[in-house]
């Protein structure tokens, strides 16, 4: 994207909350302003190091027109759009734009804050939001570190850098844009009071943004947020079952050194290129790096567990700039939040959603949960409503695997765009207005997307989901037991017969009346050798040759008259090493099944979400499953079928 270089604008000095007044507040209710400082810098000033900009040296002029302001009455006709460049905690750059309400600006009313961000690999936006506009909000958009131009290295979310930075941008806006809006939150103590009225938005990266500045910002300021398509535990979503999702992380690479370096930044932080270069080389990362990575999530603060770090001497980044983790894992302030996500995403699955939609639903605030038929897909589709603005996704086209997953549907759920109800959302909890019919019942009901056009809503109360580390249960339960009647390849023996269908394990076939699944599976698996071991030698480490085999597991569904199987939602979830009856949380889905539709547990030796992730051990080519699968069956019947005949008629052709 283009960047506008007219009417630059660094706006310079620290930022505080103190000296607020005490009566209720609304626009222009700062009573000084201090503009000496601002100034205008050249394109061609861009090497210019942050305190040399925050302090105005070198070839800068005065601002032709300061910011908006109602105290001094300048620059009220509203409408404009320009950047701010602030220095950083860290000695860089943040870049973010400020684009104005049109219309005016209201100063007896004022203006709610909304904060905007970008995917990974992307940059702010400099036009756009123009409902958001029209509706009077101010809307910032950020330049991420090490994106665009908010220099320094990626650190994807780290507390004590994007963080700050973060903290930091908040402060600007409420100690330079006189005309936000504020007001008194009874639930916060008189210093935090009155408070700026602040939402969020942003898909991926955009969405880490708001969960990270919600949990870490002393002021409390966020009051309503939509993050979209983005993660609960980034070591759930980089390394589900301990292997390594090597084909979305060929992207993350790709994406973020791209859309870094190609704006002269520096790219993923050392740490995060050695951590990654590990995985590659041993097939399973450093533990330091899941601690890493387990640091950057939200369920940082839902777990509330401290990091114990374990022994980084196998990283030399961490042990020449080691992370010093002192931020607590303090829980979440409550808010309100629409969560969506996509129920195809392959990076970030419904699991994450539901994960973040308890932890912040126990908090105390309004939280629901929409999902829709985009996200995280490869080969990269965008949405046309993803983003209120000009976008474009800086990943797309990078990498296309063939067989990877099915193309993008729809982003909505049912009949409601997410890009309306995040909107209409916004406009709801920031500026009081009603809520549109169509968010009836999504307090205590969860809008599952099964397809594009259609939906289901599933009561909070029973929906079905596993509590971490269980099996799922419920009235929506049915289990299943399933055997694998030959052999399983694993490893090289799967990587060489990688265009073989994998094993079906029937499940069962749907009534006359068809049926819904939807929700999180489960399955209690045992994964053995062909000499019947469960488990490793007592003494072996767990990756050791002889026991680390690598399988993968998913639902898969054909219809009547068909021969091959699909993936539903084209999700799959790995299974590491020899089990006993292990409990393994499949991935969340949500599926429409016509009358006679079979369904089965597929397990591959080798799948293209995971090309490079497949088991190097050569002493297991072969593995037995077996155990029992538990399905959330919300409409309908699922007969059971015959076993052996059945088993084997069933293992026919699959479609990827």
Same mark, same amino acid.
């Given at each position: ?31 000084? @302003? ?11 000033? @861009? ?46 750059? $943040? ?9 005016? $600006? ?35 958009? $950020?330049?991420? @570190? ?50 700026? &009225?602040?939402?969020?938005?942003? /898909? ?5 943004? %708001? ?125 309100d939040v629409l969560l969506t996500q996509g129920m195809t995403d392959t990076l970030f699955n419904f699991n ?20 829709? %038929? ?28 063939? /067989? ?51 939906? #289901? ?9 596993? *509590? ?6 419920g009235p929506f339960v049915v289990e299943r037991l399933v055997a694998s009647t030959t052999p399983v390849p694993?490893?090289? *023996? ?32 045992? &994964? ?8 490793? *030698? ?17 639902? /898969?569904?054909?219809? #009547?008259? *068909?021969?091959?199987?699909?993936? &539903?939602?084209? %999700? ?11 409990a393994v949380e499949l991935v969340g889905i949500a599926e429409e099944l016509a009358a006679g539709d079979e ?50 008629? $069933? ?6």
């Amino acid at each position: 994207m283009t960047l506008v270089t007219a009417g630059l604008l660094v706006a310079c000095g620290t930022s505080s909350n103190d000296g607020a007044p005490e009566s209720p507040a609304v626009a222009g209710d700062r009573t000084t @302003r201090d503009d000496s400082q601002a100034c205008e810098r050249r394109p061609e000033d @861009r090497e210019t190091g942050p305190d040399e900009a925050a302090g105005c040296d070198g070839d800068t002029t005065p601002l032709p027109q300061p910011p908006a302001s109602c105290i001094a009455g300048e620059a009220l006709d509203g409408g404009r759009s320009y950047p701010v460049y602030l220095p950083s905690d860290s000695g860089e750059t $943040i870049a973010f734009q400020v684009l104005e309400p049109v219309g005016g $600006i209201d100063c007896s009313k004022g203006h709610p804050l909304v904060l905007h961000g970008h995917g990974f690999g992307g940059s702010r936006s400099e036009s756009g939001f123009d409902e958001y506009r029209a509706a009077g909000f101010t809307v910032l958009s $950020i330049d991420q @570190r090490g994106f665009g131009e908010s220099t320094g290295t990626v650190r994807v979310m780290d507390p004590e850098f994007e963080g700050r930075d973060l903290i930091r941008i908040l402060d600007w806006a409420e100690d330079n844009l006189d005309y936000l809006q504020k007001r008194h939150e009874p639930d916060l103590p008189a210093t935090l009071n009155p408070n700026l &009225v602040v939402g969020a938005i942003g /898909g991926s990266y955009g969405g880490g943004f %708001q969960l990270l500045l919600h949990g870490q910002d002393p002021g409390q300021r966020m009051d309503a947020m939509v993050p979209d398509i983005t993660w609960h535990d980034l070591r759930y979503s980089l390394n589900p079952g301990n292997v390594i999702k090597t084909g979305w992380d060929l992207v993350l690479v790709a994406g973020g050194e791209s859309g870094s370096v190609s704006n002269q930044n520096s790219g993923l932080d050392p740490i995060i290129r050695e951590i990654l270069a590990q995985g590659a080389a041993l097939n399973r990362f450093p533990e330091a790096g899941l601690d890493f990575f387990y640091y950057h999530s939200p369920a940082y603060r839902c777990s509330g567990a401290p990091i114990e770090p374990a022994e980084p001497g196998d990283l030399l980044n961490y042990l020449a700039s080691p992370p010093a983790y002192d931020v607590p894992p303090t829980a979440y302030p409550a808010v309100d939040v629409l969560l969506t996500q996509g129920m195809t995403d392959t990076l970030f699955n419904f699991n994450e959603a539901w994960r973040n939609y308890e932890c912040l639903r126990e908090r105390g605030g309004d939280v629901r949960l929409m999902t829709h %038929q985009s996200g995280h897909i490869l080969p990269l589709e965008v949405p046309d409503a993803l983003q209120p603005s000009t976008y474009v996704d800086p990943l797309a086209g990078l990498l296309e695997i063939p /067989g990877f997953q099915g193309p993008a549907g729809a982003f909505a759920c049912g009949n409601v765009p997410i890009a309306r109800a995040t909107f209409d959302w916004l406009r709801h909890k920031l500026q009081k207005a009603p809520l549109p019919a169509y968010f009836d019942g999504s307090d205590s009901q969860v809008c599952l997307s099964t397809a594009t056009g259609t939906s #289901v809503q599933v009561a909070v109360a029973d929906f079905p989901a596993p *509590e971490p580390g269980g099996v799922l249960e419920g009235p929506f339960v049915v289990e299943r037991l399933v055997a694998s009647t030959t052999p399983v390849p694993s490893g090289y *023996e799967a990587v060489a017969a990688a265009t073989i269908p994998p094993v079906a394990l029937p499940l069962g076939q749907t009534g006359a009346e068809g049926a819904i699944i939807g929700g999180i599976p489960t399955a209690i698996l045992t &994964v053995s050798d062909l000499l019947g071991r469960t488990a490793c *030698e007592e003494g072996l480490p767990a990756y050791s040759p002889g026991c680390d085999p690598i399988i993968f597991v998913g639902l /898969g569904k054909r219809g #009547v008259g *068909e021969s091959g199987w699909s993936l &539903v939602d084209d %999700q799959v979830k790995p299974v590491r090493g020899l089990q006993q009856q292990a409990a393994v949380e499949l991935v969340g889905i949500a599926e429409e099944l016509a009358a006679g539709d079979e369904l089965a547990l597929l397990v591959y030796g080798f799948h293209p979400q995971y090309p490079a992730s497949w088991s190097r051990d050569a002493l297991v080519p072969l593995v037995n499953v077996s155990g029992s699968v538990q399905l959330p069956l919300l409409q309908g019947s699922l007969a059971s079928l015959d076993s052996v005949e059945s088993m084997e008629a $069933i293992e026919s052709t699959v479609e990827f």
